[in-house]
């Protein structure tokens, strides 16, 4: 369902001054009426239904064209995985691609404003919670709102988790705007992330260990969980002592070991509650009051054990009915919601040729993975990706013979359903990107195809490297290896990684992340958070003529300029980065 919102400016003066006095006064009456048959803000979130309503419209965001497109751009197109169509200077695009931009650059613009818009919403259905009324004390009447409640702050975290790895620290709005507080200055990176894991702990024990079924798609509480480790790592240094490893170690220790985790273990309870008690705590959260719970209802309290993740995913390709799948398989639409995944975005094709933000299915992946349709007089026509192109790079050296390599389509090679590919002579992609013959939208810019952005696979190895940085290899290897395992079947191939030192093993866990992550659209932000950005990209730059990425500023590229059009509205309220 999509939901608009609709500001009422008023009438314009001269419109006002021509009407006369005397039909005013006659008017009072007529204006002091109630209008019926609307939704007022008050009435429209008050049934669990409403509420869900809106919280349909914010997943819409993440179904929107624009936001697909920011987060290809900003994750994959600007890091050394792949060659743009559009690297001239001339272009706002190739200025990104080449770090040669100025602040009033479109797609850092639209970036920031596609997901404040997500925020924007989100925060309505977090502001107006409370106002739903239950026709029945039944438990599972106050869990249906908790969990609506879990999955927004899950998404409002999500929200703000990819602009502060983007911007820094950024601006928290306000649940309920106000006029005279329209503009809010910037968090500091620090203030952002501790927003960030507090939306992420809270949904962690509100939600359940996984949806199945028809609610497949849902933000859970594995999703949750799956986030947190990965806000923890971001705020973490490699190399660098810190908490945070520790925490994504008994985080990782929870989900991928089943250790346990209490609810107050999880929330940080009370030190991150400033004197909250628990029954008002409790209540905030929808679960359902002490003093409504029958003697069959569950009463939680803060040494209640957080939903048990183990089990509930798994890195083997296994689709969501318990078939066996390939890897390939898993990004497509019999993958979909298999094992291995833990949050995807969901989109449908409508089938009748609707593109663009009007429908739910997304055309990227079929500009990204192009293939040959049949034209007005039935020929063949090469429709060629106006996304880019990848490199293989990442599979040079001691990962030459990776069993994932197979899946790095080059032109006229056969895919694994017998197509010809049509990708342009030296050009390769991934089939991950692919669109099989049998799940091809009847239209292009139409396709079901969902994406994948939280797998299992990237839960493991955030806990092999939060391992080995806590000093714990021997469990490092062996968390890297469970993976490497699975990949071994794809060949019945038997090489592993092996044990060593700190950096050694460090480079192994990093190595394994850039296979089997590739091409998800991460590959620029892990790269940044792992210090090595210029590194890469300067090897990038010497294999290509036009010298891309060369121009990376260490200390200051590792995240991009607030769009000038939100400083020049704040007045400056909102301070820009340094080395902008």
Not at 116 to 124: F, L, P, S, W
Not at 393 to 408: L, Q, V
Not at 465 to 475: H, M, R
Not at 528 to 540: H, M, S, T
Request: glycine share 8%; proline share 3%; hydrophobic share 35%.
């Amino acid at each position: 369902m999509r939901l608009t919102n609709i500001s009422f400016k008023g009438i314009a003066a001269g419109m006002l001054l021509a009407v006369s006095g005397a039909f005013l006064a006659g008017c009072d009456d007529f204006l002091d009426q109630e209008v019926k048959g609307n939704n007022t803000s008050e009435k429209f979130y008050d049934t669990r239904y409403k509420l869900q309503a809106s919280l349909n419209a914010v997943y819409d965001i993440l179904q929107s064209d624009a936001m697909q497109d920011t987060d290809w751009r900003f994750g994959e197109a600007i890091g050394d995985n792949v060659v743009g169509r559009d690297e001239g200077l001339s272009s706002h695009m190739g200025q990104l691609a080449h770090f040669r931009f100025n602040t009033s650059n479109n797609y850092i613009l639209n970036r920031w404003t596609i997901y404040y818009k997500g925020i924007h919403r989100v925060n309505q259905v977090i502001a107006n919670i409370d106002r739903a009324r239950l026709s029945t004390d039944d438990y599972s009447a106050y869990k249906d709102i908790r969990e609506i409640l879990g999955q927004a702050k899950f998404l409002r975290a999500y929200f703000y988790f990819n602009l502060a790895r983007t911007f820094g620290g950024v601006p928290i709005r306000p649940e309920v705007e106000e006029v005279d507080k329209i503009v809010v200055p910037r968090s500091t990176l620090e203030q952002t992330y501790a927003y960030i894991e507090k939306d992420l702990r809270e949904a962690a024990i509100m939600l359940p260990a996984r949806y199945t079924s028809n609610n497949s798609g849902k933000a859970s509480s594995g999703a949750a969980t799956a986030l947190l480790m990965k806000v923890l790592m971001y705020q973490a240094k490699p190399g660098v002592p810190s908490e945070k490893w520790e925490e994504m170690t008994r985080l990782g220790d929870y989900f991928v070991k089943g250790a346990s985790l209490k609810f107050k273990d999880m929330l940080h309870y009370p030190e991150n509650y400033d004197g909250e008690d628990w029954e008002s705590l409790r209540k905030r959260l929808w679960f359902k009051p002490q003093e409504l719970n029958k003697e069959t209802d569950p009463y939680e309290t803060a040494e209640n054990e957080c939903p048990t993740l183990l089990n509930a995913y798994s890195l083997r390709y296994v689709d969501a009915y318990g078939g066996a799948i390939t890897y390939d398989q898993q990004f497509y639409l019999q993958g979909e919601f298999c094992q291995g995944s833990i949050f995807e975005i969901v989109f449908k094709e409508s089938g009748d040729g609707t593109t663009g933000d009007t429908n739910e299915g997304n055309s990227i992946y079929m500009n990204m993975f192009p293939a040959a349709y049949n034209s007005a007089d039935g020929a063949q026509v090469p429709i060629f990706g106006d996304q880019a192109i990848i490199t293989t790079i990442i599979f040079t050296g001691s990962n030459a013979a990776d069993a994932r390599r197979r899946f790095i389509m080059g032109h006229h090679e056969t895919t694994p359903d017998m197509e010809n590919t049509e990708i342009g002579a030296g050009h390769l992609l991934p089939l991950k990107w692919y669109t099989p013959l049998k799940d091809r939208p009847v239209y292009g810019g139409d396709n079901g195809k969902n994406r994948r952005v939280l797998r299992y696979a990237d839960v493991v190895l955030m806990y092999a490297e939060a391992l080995n940085e806590c000093g714990k290899g021997a469990q490092a290897l062996e968390q890297l290896n469970s993976n490497k395992k699975v990949v071994n079947e794809i060949n019945n191939s038997s090489t592993l990684y092996i044990g060593g030192g700190y950096g050694y093993l460090r480079q192994q866990i990093w190595d394994e992340r850039t296979i089997e992550l590739c091409y998800e659209w991460e590959r620029f932000f892990d790269i940044v958070r792992q210090g090595r950005a210029k590194e890469c990209l300067k090897i990038f730059s010497d294999l290509r003529s036009n010298r891309r990425g060369a121009y990376f500023k260490e200390g200051v590229n590792e995240i991009f300029p607030i769009p000038q059009r939100e400083i020049d509205l704040s007045n400056g309220i909102v301070t820009q980065n340094p080395g902008y």
